[in-house]
C-alpha cells in the first residue's frame, strides 16, 4: 500500500466508528478502462446499490482522465468502502485531496451521480448553468489544494440540489462520447468527406487496374 493510503487509513483508524466523515480523492482511469464500454454503468450501479445500504453519500466527478470522487459517511463504512475503490484496478493514481470529520453532509444523493466534466462536450445550455467551474477546467485535480478541494466542493453542491445541472450524461464508454460529440455537429461534413474519399479510392483503383 502506498505510505500516503498508509496515513489515510491510520487517521482514519484515530476516529470513532459513527463519526461523519468525508473523504475527498482523485484517481485517473487506466488506458484499459478508457475503452470499457461499461465503466461508468459499472461503477453507477454498484454504487448505487452498496452506497444506499451503507448510508454513503457523495459524488463522482469525471474528465480529462480523471476521477475526483467525494464520499462521506460513517467513518467504519467509509474506511471499508475507500479500501476497496483504492484496490480497483480501473483506475490508479489514487491520492487523497481531503479527509476531515464533518458536522453535516455537503451531498445529499447517494446515487453518487457522474458528473462529466468536458466543457467542449457540454450542451450551450450545460454550459451557461455550469459556469462557474469553469476556473476548475480542463479538469487536472491531482495537484489541487486542500482549499482548492474545498472551492471546487462548494460549487458542485449547487449541482446535487434541484434544478440538477444536465451536464452531457455518460451512456458511452470516453472513447465514444469523444466522437459522438465531435461527430454529431459535422455529421453533413463527414458523409460528404466520406463520399469524396471513397471517389479518390475507387480513382485511384481504376487509374492502376
Ligand atoms: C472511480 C471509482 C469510484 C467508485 N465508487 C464506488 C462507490 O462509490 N461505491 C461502490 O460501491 N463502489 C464504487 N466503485 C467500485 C469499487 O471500486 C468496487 O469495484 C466495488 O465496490 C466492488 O468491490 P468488490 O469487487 O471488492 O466487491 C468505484 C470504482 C471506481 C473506479
Not at 463527414?190 to 485511384?204: D, E, N
Amino acid at each position: 500500500m502506498p505510505k500516503m493510503h498508509t496515513a489515510v487509513f491510520s487517521k482514519l483508524n484515530k476516529l470513532e466508528d459513527t463519526t461523519l466523515v468525508q473523504l475527498v480523492y482523485v484517481s485517473s482511469m487506466t488506458l484499459g478502462s478508457r475503452f470499457s464500454m461499461t465503466i461508468f454503468e459499472e461503477v453507477e450501479s454498484h454504487a448505487r446499490n452498496f452506497n444506499q445500504q451503507q448510508g454513503i453519500t457523495g459524488t463522482l466527478c469525471y474528465g480529462n482522465g480523471h476521477f475526483l470522487q467525494c464520499i462521506e459517511g460513517e467513518k467504519d463504512k467509509i474506511a471499508a468502502l475507500t479500501q476497496r475503490i483504492f484496490a480497483d484496478n480501473r483506475h490508479k493514481h489514487v491520492q487523497v485531496l481531503l479527509l476531515q470529520a464533518i458536522k453535516q453532509r455537503s451531498f445529499t444523493d447517494w446515487r453518487m451521480r457522474l458528473l462529466f466534466l468536458e466543457r467542449w462536450l457540454w450542451s450551450p445550455a450545460a454550459k451557461k448553468q455550469a459556469a462557474q467551474l469553469s476556473p476548475f477546467l480542463p479538469f487536472a485535480p491531482h495537484h489541487w489544494s486542500a482549499a482548492d478541494t474545498e472551492q471546487f466542493l462548494q460549487v458542485i453542491k449547487a449541482f446535487d440540489t434541484p434544478p440538477h445541472i444536465n451536464a452531457a450524461g455518460i451512456t458511452y464508454n470516453a472513447l465514444g462520447n469523444m466522437v459522438r460529440h465531435i461527430a454529431a455537429p459535422h455529421q453533413a461534413f463527414l458523409v460528404v468527406q466520406g463520399f469524396l474519399s471513397v471517389l479518390l479510392a475507387v480513382g485511384l483503383v481504376l487509374l492502376y487496374i
